[in-house]
T-cell receptor, first 117, second 112 residues
């Protein structure tokens, strides 16, 4: 059973298009995240949601809009795609432990490889 | 100065040797530290977490934390070719609102 799943796995599209990536977790976690990993392998957080509420909103273009219909799902919609959006996008989830948010272990999905042509 | 820094490598070690990876971080108030392993084309997976100064051992892996010097390290004993991967250091930076911040990763190559 896949704990954190993402669709699609690969996404090749033209500049200017709008696309969505979906993420689902069956771990019963309260918090979900979107990360972007660029060609230099830097993994940077974009957004996080806790129980459908936006918690972290990093400085990303507002062409990126996350949506959490329920705590098991976090989708990412990208408008007007640009060449620089090409990257691997990872979804992750975590559960608050007794030690508080700082001790949460994040579990990552398989990633969505986005290529903008 | 980057918030979390790692040597990008590659760190080349012979099979059976000890691989030593280092990570430094900028926020002295940070409380939680994680090592993730990422195989090429795959997602990061957690190897170790450490919250207190000192050593923490799990199988062939040992994490070491020194908050006074603001560094955390990972030792891989009896390195195997299957340990060849990129190792990401992640720090929960208190100053950043408990946000997990990753270093750029150290690529490890274990040669038979």
């Amino acid at each position: 059973d896949t704990a954190v799943s993402q669709t699609p796995k690969y996404l090749v599209t033209q500049m200017g298009n709008d696309k969505s990536i979906k993420c689902e977790q069956n771990l019963g976690h309260d918090t979900m995240y979107w990360y972007k990993q660029d060609s230099k392998k830097f993994l940077k957080i974009m957004f996080s949601y806790n129980n459908k509420e936006l918690i972290i909103n990093e400085t990303v273009p507002n062409r990126f809009s996350p949506k959490s219909p329920d705590k098991a799902h976090l989708n990412l919609h990208i408008n007007s795609l640009e060449l620089g959006d090409s990257a691997v996008y990872f979804c992750a989830s975590s559960q608050v432990l007794a030690g508080g948010p700082s001790q949460e272990t994040q579990y990552f999905g398989p990633g969505t490889r986005l290529l903008v042509l | 100065q980057k918030e979390v820094e790692q040597n990008s490598g590659p760190l080349s070690v012979p099979e059976g040797a000890i691989a030593s990876l280092n990570c430094t971080y900028s926020d002295r108030g940070s409380q939680s530290f994680f090592w993730y392993r990422q195989y090429s084309g795959k997602s990061p997976e957690l190897i170790m977490s450490i919250y207190s100064n000192g050593d923490k051992e799990d199988g062939r892996f040992t994490a070491q934390l020194n908050k006074a010097s603001q560094y955390v390290s990972l030792l891989i004993r009896d390195s195997q070719p299957s340990d060849s991967a990129t190792y990401l250091c992640a720090v929960n930076l208190k100053a950043a609102g408990n946000k997990l911040t990753f270093g750029g990763g150290t690529r490890v190559l274990v040669k038979p």
